[in-house]
Structure formats: structure tokens, C-alpha cells
């Protein structure tokens, strides 16, 4: 149901758009709007697999078995339908189990050697990896996040441009997934722990999206009650 709300949204969105141009007279260029304009920007998406998951004890938390594929999956199958994507997937083994359904799904595992300083590291990887392949604008998502619709990617891609900082909010604060313009990934490749990552985060322009879609799995006990 809820892909399907998003589906109908955007077909009045482009309704919408196609009466206006036929209907007006002004240039197309002011009628178009943003979420249009999206289309022609280069995006690249980083999925951040490198956390340590010291809450989830001994076992592999993104290989662990989450509504019958493993955990660590599903953020990036979402995402492999966004198109026009330069896509990475940021992690700390690359013989990591879920390399090859990551590599199915259009991603590039990347090496981040320095892990265990946190997620600013993996940003930072992040940002380096987008500024090699030029991209305007990068989306930024967390591999233990599994339930975030294709539809709130897609409101953040919209939204996407050079000097873009967004982040969702779950109703209470700031949370990934974010999106960076260009202008800020000097300021993310320098980025170094958790707080530097959250920092950067508490000063972008929020976009809701429902707190039970926004879970990140951190234990057993959380991966047990969403199954």
C-alpha cells in the first residue's frame, strides 16, 4: 500500500505539470518544478555497512535473517530502482556475506579502513568516492535501516541539487538518510566519528517520514520484534 500511494502521487504530480504547460503561456523553464529538474542532476548513493554493532553481540548483524533476506540487503534492493544512481556500499571486510547481493543489486562495495572511528569515516569514503565520480548531489543511507520506502528516497532525490543538505525526521529529531550537495563534500570527506556525521546532519532542512519506517535495527531484540 504504501508503494502504491507514492506511485499515485507522482502521477498527479506529472498530470499536474502536463496541463500547465499546455495550458500556459509562460516559459517552460518557470513552470517546470524541482522534482522535474532532479532527473538531470548526477546523483551517487552510499549505503554506510561499516558499524561495528557492538549492541548486536558476536553475530554479523546485516547477515542476520530479517523478514527472510538478510538484514543488510534490503536498504540497498530498495535503492537499486532509483534511477540514474552511482551507487557504493561502505564497508569495513569486503568479504563481507552480503558483498554479492550488494554487487547484484548495482552497488560497489568500498573499502573503509578506518571503521572503527565511527560513521564520519564512512562518510567520508562516501564523499570521496562522489567527488571521483563527480556527482552533484549524494544520498546517503544506513544498511540497518531496512524499512525506509522507495517513496522517502525519492523525496529526497528530488530535492537534490549542488548545495542540497536534507535529512529525514522521524518526528522527534534528525535521522538518516540524508542527502549532500557537492558544495558540502570537502566538510564530509574531512568528517571524523559518530559526532562529526551528526553535526552535519542537525543542520539540514528535515523531511518527515513515519518513525516506524525510520527504525535502524541496533539488537537482537529490535531485528526479533519488526520480523
Known amino acids: 500500500m504504501p508503494q502504491l500511494a507514492c ?9 499536474w505539470l502536463y496541463q500547465r504547460l499546455v495550458k500556459s503561456s509562460e ?10 529538474l ?3 542532476v548526477q546523483l551517487g548513493v552510499a549505503v554506510l555497512a561499516a558499524g561495528q554493532s557492538r549492541r548486536f553481540g558476536q553475530t554479523d548483524k546485516l547477515a542476520a535473517s530479517f523478514r527472510g533476506r538478510p538484514l543488510g540487503l534490503h536498504v540497498t534492493d530498495t535503492l ?3 534511477p540514474g544512481a552511482h551507487r557504493w556500499v561502505i564497508v569495513a571486510n ?14 560497489t562495495p568500498v573499502l573503509n579502513p578506518s571503521s572503527e572511528r565511527g560513521m564520519g569515516s564512512s562518510l567520508a569514503c562516501a564523499a570521496q568516492m562522489a567527488m571521483q565520480a563527480g556527482v552533484d548531489a549524494l544520498l546517503v543511507a544506513l544498511a540497518d535501516m531496512p524499512l525506509v520506502p522507495l517513496c522517502h528516497f525519492e523525496n529526497l532525490r528530488e530535492r537534490a541539487d549542488s548545495y542540497s543538505l536534507r535529512a529525514s525526521h522521524n518526528g522527534i529529531s534528525p535521522t538518516p538518510p540524508a ?3 557537492k558544495d558540502h563534500f570537502d566538510r564530509l570527506a574531512s568528517a571524523d566519528g559518530d559526532e562529526g556525521a551528526r553535526k552535519l546532519i542537525r543542520r539540514a532542512d528535515f523531511i518527515d517520514c ?3 519506517l525510520l527504525v535502524d535495527i541496533d539488537d537482537p531484540e529490535t531485528l526479533a520484534s519488526l520480523s
Open 80 to 82: 537499486s530502482t532509483l
Open 94 to 107: 569486503l568479504e563481507h556475506a552480503c558483498s554479492s547481493g550488494w554487487q547484484e543489486a548495482g552497488f
Open 7 to 15: 506511485f499515485t502521487r507522482r502521477a498527479i504530480r506529472k498530470r
Open 38 to 40: 532532479a532527473s538531470a
Open 210 to 212: 513515519p518513525a516506524r
Open 179 to 181: 542527502l549532500f550537495g
Open 27 to 36: 516559459p517552460t523553464s518557470r513552470l517546470i518544478p524541482r522534482w522535474c
